[in-house]
């Protein structure tokens, strides 16, 4: 029995960059198809969203004298690029998928709308979502809280390099406690840093449960089809 017919995958594009700290880590992105395989070939259908921050980041280009616009509009292309390299790896472990972009950018891949992602979820496709929300000054969290609400997710998975949410740091402070669960609200009162306050209150407000999980770890994913208790989940 799968847990979730339609979920959101989120991940960031850090992650993608793997050991390499910047760009495409060509092993990473391969486990990455991997995982997500063995959920598309349960019939789980599978929306994704992906940030650019391997190779842009729009808040760090206006600190270096970029237009804020500008440098968000740089970022939305570093999304689609990441899109595009998830579509390529994806076919070659054999799953079919399909790029969807914010901004028009036809022939690299079509316009987004939420039926067009929807019939091609019922198409048994992988859907990337790329190009955040089309505008300046929100973030790919926020997009991907959009998009989830949109195609009507039953969950957002947020993949991370850390299995869940924790009191602090993990990676600066031992003595973190993780929480199994927490709700909205709390991670607002503990300036909890999950993701952007536009996006917590957008999943708050839509009902839309998030889990933050590992998803360098083999397996986690198909884990959480499961039902297992992986990460964090967050609720209302």
């Not at 891949?109 to 000054?137: C, D, H």
Request: charged share 25%; with cysteine; aromatic share 6%.
């Amino acid at each position: 029995m799968n847990k979730y017919n339609r979920i959101l995958l989120k991940l960031s594009g850090e992650s993608l960059a793997g050991e390499k700290r910047y760009g495409i880590d060509e092993v990473r992105l391969r486990a990455y198809a991997l995982q997500i395989k063995e959920v598309a070939e349960r019939g789980i259908q599978i929306g994704m969203v992906v940030g650019g921050g391997n190779i842009f980041r729009g808040l760090c280009g206006e600190s270096k004298g970029f237009d804020r616009v500008r440098g968000d509009q740089m970022g939305m292309l570093a999304t689609v690029i990441n899109s595009l390299a998830i579509h390529s790896a994806l076919d070659a472990v054999g799953v079919k998928s399909t790029v969807l972009t914010a901004i028009r950018m036809e022939p690299v891949g079509e316009y987004y709308s939420k039926w067009r992602a929807i019939e091609r979820l019922q198409q048994g496709q992988v859907v990337m979502i790329a190009g955040g929300t089309g505008n300046p000054f929100f973030t790919t969290d926020t997009a991907a809280c959009l998009r989830a609400v949109e195609i009507e997710a039953d969950v957002i998975l947020k993949g991370t390099r850390v299995d869940g949410i924790y009191t602090a740091d993990p990676e600066k402070d031992p003595a973190a406690v993780k929480y199994d669960e927490i709700t909205f609200d709390e991670i607002y009162a503990g300036g909890l840093k999950v993701m952007d306050l536009t996006a917590i209150t957008l999943c708050r407000d839509n009902h839309m449960p998030l889990i933050v999980f590992d998803m360098d770890t083999a397996g986690n994913l198909q884990k959480l089809m499961n039902g297992e208790p992986i990460g964090t989940k967050v609720m209302r």
